[in-house]
């Protein structure tokens, strides 16, 4: 059973990414996985962001959705190619990361080469874990 001190409230960036056109899924998700992720990891961990995830959303792994929610209208599953999602403890952490020259010399830039920032959508809001690692987790504040 998990401890009952709740955790700090954490925050999290999520972007709902799409691929530039004429770039084929595959291209879109080894690009992102290796060599953007390349880019950004050593610098999130450097400026203590707690966790960086990110979902590929396949054409593949779209079908799943049938057998997960088969009672699911026609055209409400989302089109996005990837969700990311970056967790932070303080919003000054993560600003750090975006003022570093790192980011405005080679990460920012980098996302002309896999993104199409007119339907790339982003949202954020505070973050909690019920479930980790199979076992229930204390609720936080």
Not at 10 to 37: A, N, P
Not at 84 to 103: A, E, G, T
Not at 113 to 134: C, L, M, Q
Request: hydrophobic fraction near 35%.
């Amino acid at each position: 059973m998990g401890s009952t001190t709740p955790s700090p409230r954490l925050f999290s960036l999520t972007i709902f990414g799409y691929r530039k056109e004429g770039m084929s899924e595959k291209d879109y998700h080894d690009y992102v996985s290796e060599t953007h992720s390349g880019h950004l990891t050593a610098l999130l961990a450097k400026n203590e962001i707690v966790s960086y995830t990110m979902q590929h959303n396949t054409t593949e792994h779209r079908r799943m959705l049938a057998e997960i929610l088969p009672e699911m209208p026609a055209g409400m599953e989302s089109d996005c190619d990837l969700v990311v999602q970056i967790i932070f403890k303080d919003l000054q952490d993560y600003l750090r990361v975006r003022n570093d020259r790192h980011y405005a010399e080679v990460v920012g830039p980098d996302h002309a080469n896999f993104a199409d920032p007119h339907k790339t959508r982003f949202v954020t809001g505070w973050y909690e874990v019920h479930i980790s690692d199979g076992r229930v987790v204390a609720a936080q504040e």
